[in-house]
């Protein structure tokens, strides 16, 4: 299984050899994450009248869907934050349930209030090439009632390869979400095609790990810039 953290260390080397390489292990890459065929789910219609001050405070991630598999990490929350230069997404989790880490995105927001559940994150990337550094992805409110569920996805087109990517996140106010937001909560699946019955339920209990890192690493849901 490849993570960005080898593609983002061969292509940060610029002598040729290492290029050659890193292409191939990013190809793998490639291969490995973008796994859906055909292009992302088009005209999904999103959380109506999306009020982003409702959205503030934390959230508990229940439930999540990677169509690539991966399972790299639990106990993850999610919180905005407000600094003076905008808004912002902290995605805290444990790594290999041994490392305590977080990233932080820029929020990007959609002004126009029928695109308001259109989000979007942006990630700083500081060992990648310089035109990689910078990496936007789609952030879309599928559904919420802002008390107790949030349904969001994410989803990533390779024209390269005609395949996409799509990870889930089933958020819940509380630690343990309750049957009846998760009912809620899962509707919307439908709409982008998800199942779910390949929704993995994410642990929230065991949640001190063996190291606590105090600085923004990269995040591990968003791993390669589209377009590829
Ligand atoms: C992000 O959230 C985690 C977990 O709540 C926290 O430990 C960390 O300090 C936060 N980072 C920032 C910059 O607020
Ligand atoms: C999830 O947490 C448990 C308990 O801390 C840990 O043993 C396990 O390896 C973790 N799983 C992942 C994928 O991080």
Not at 14 to 37: E, Q
Request: positive net charge.
């Amino acid at each position: 299984m490849c993570t960005i953290r080898c593609c983002s260390f061969y292509c940060s080397h610029d002598a040729a050899m290492l290029k050659i390489i890193s292409f191939i292990i990013c190809f793998n890459c490639v291969f490995a994450y973008f796994t859906l065929s055909g292009k992302c789910p088009e005209n999904v219609t999103l959380q109506e009248e999306f009020k982003l001050p409702d959205f503030f405070g934390k959230w508990y991630q229940s439930y999540h869907y990677s169509s690539d598999g991966q399972q790299q990490n639990n106990c993850s929350t999610l919180e905005l934050m407000t600094r003076p230069s905008g808004f912002y997404l902290n995605q805290s989790r444990v790594d290999r349930g041994l490392f305590h880490r977080y990233s932080i995105g820029k929020l990007d927001i959609n002004l126009r209030m029928e695109d308001a559940a259109r989000l979007e994150l942006m990630f700083a990337f500081k060992n990648a090439p310089r035109r990689l550094k910078t990496r936007r992805y789609p952030f879309h409110i599928l559904a919420t009632n802002y008390n107790y569920y949030a349904t969001i996805y994410t989803c990533q087109y390779s024209p390269l390869i005609d395949k996409h990517f799509i990870y889930v996140w089933i958020l819940s106010r509380n630690p343990i979400l309750n049957d009846v937001s998760k009912e809620l909560a899962i509707k919307p699946l439908q709409k982008i095609g998800v199942d779910s019955s390949k929704l993995v339920k994410d642990d929230q209990d065991k949640c001190v790990p063996k190291y606590y890192e105090d600085v923004p690493v990269e995040p591990t849901t968003f791993r390669f810039p589209v377009p590829i």
